[in-house]
């Protein structure tokens, strides 16, 4: 049941734990479509810098809200997240097929402005590279990056899956291109987990991905300029799994090169660092760093 909060907003209770509250909402814009955001808060008050995530292809909200949101929320956090236009629940999704990276950048700006201040970004594989592409452009406490594609976005990356992966590759154009297909076949086939997480949780998680825009992977194969975080003073931690067949631990380590950041590679776990077996001590890690530096 929603609750109109009297601006038009409407508001989705979804769980109260030991935390605290788990609340989610439909962003609503009056220019561009309404977008779905998930909170969770501590029961006391909120230490450092919020916390805000952004998913990847195929994903949403929800892959944060799993696992991260209430950890972080126990940790004393305010953690948010929100779903990309056509994504998760957010509206657009009959104009999936024509978004682009600067739609998606449009997305996650409204998303940093409803934070209130400046928050710790928090970007997964190709909401990493989003992440990236706004260094400089808006105030940050800091970045973490999980399984990013690399400054350069997906050229290289995408012709190696191609030649060392085909049956991925081809399994995740279909899920661009065709109607009504998302990814299902290749996570449930363990491509984008471990073999840690169980088969039934995998083809789970798999059967709730979204699909994806073809313009948005297109434009993501080309480089565009983006500064490096060292050159903003912006702190800012690599994280990338060593079992990850997209994203290897030698892109990862380049990426962190780039921008002058801390690099972690997280053993016996795959390119869904937060969904994946072990995902809470990839969220334990995110914050020690955070709190090792005051953010």
Not at 171 to 176: D, R, V
């Amino acid at each position: 049941m929603t609750q109109d909060n009297g601006t038009g907003v409407h508001r989705f209770p979804v769980a109260a734990g030991p935390e605290g509250p788990t609340v989610s909402d439909m962003m609503a814009r009056p220019d561009g479509p309404a977008l779905e955001w998930v909170e969770a808060r501590p029961l006391g008050q909120p230490r450092g810098a919020p916390l805000l995530f952004v998913h990847g292809a195929f994903g949403g909200a929800w892959i944060w809200q799993e696992i991260f949101l209430p950890h972080l929320a126990r940790r004393g956090r305010r953690a948010l997240a929100f779903s990309l236009r056509g994504h998760g629940r957010s509206q657009g999704a009959r104009q999936l097929k024509k978004a682009s990276l600067a739609d998606y950048l449009y997305d996650l700006r409204a998303a940093i402005a409803r934070c209130g201040e400046p928050p710790i970004l928090v970007g997964h594989s190709l909401g990493a590279l989003l992440a990236q592409r706004l260094i400089g452009q808006v105030p940050l406490r800091g970045l973490v990056l999980l399984a990013p594609l690399p400054p350069d976005g997906l050229a290289l990356v995408g012709a190696r899956i191609a030649l060392t992966d085909p049956g991925f590759w081809v399994e995740a154009l279909a899920g661009a291109l065709l109607p009504g297909r998302g990814p299902a076949v290749a996570l449930s086939r363990h491509w984008l987990f471990s073999e840690g997480l169980s088969f039934e949780r995998a083809r789970a998680y798999a059967a709730r991905m979204s699909a994806e825009s073809p313009v948005a992977l297109a434009e993501a194969h080309w480089p565009a300029p983006t500064v490096p975080a060292a050159l903003m003073g912006l702190p800012a931690l690599v994280v990338g799994g060593a079992r990850d067949r997209m994203i290897w631990p030698a892109t990862t380590w380049r990426t962190a090169l780039y921008h002058g950041a801390q690099h972690r590679t997280v053993p016996d776990i795959a390119h869904f660092l937060q969904l994946d077996y072990g995902a809470e001590g990839v969220a334990r890690l995110l914050i020690d760093w955070a709190d090792e530096r005051g953010l």
